[in-house]
């Protein structure tokens, strides 16, 4: 969630989440914020982008293995 820029629904705890999902069950106006940030983020979040989400992470694990290799 954060990775998409949303805040809203992120928990700790169970009791957090439960919590959450009454908000969220319960609150319209704050279901329809998630889900702008949802769509906002789908323009701008990598998540959203598969192909380029695989390049980063295969890239930040060579990244890893090669500090891995020279220590």
Known sequence: MVNAGISEGIAWSD???????????????????????LDESRQTSPL??????????????????QIYCES
Request: glycine share 4%.
């Open 15 to 37: 009791e957090e989440y439960i919590d959450w999902g009454i908000k969220l069950g319960k609150d319209e106006n704050l279901r329809r914020k998630v889900i702008a940030k």
């Open 48 to 65: 959203w982008n598969a192909r380029q989400f695989t390049k980063d992470v295969e890239s930040a694990y060579r990244q890893m293995w």
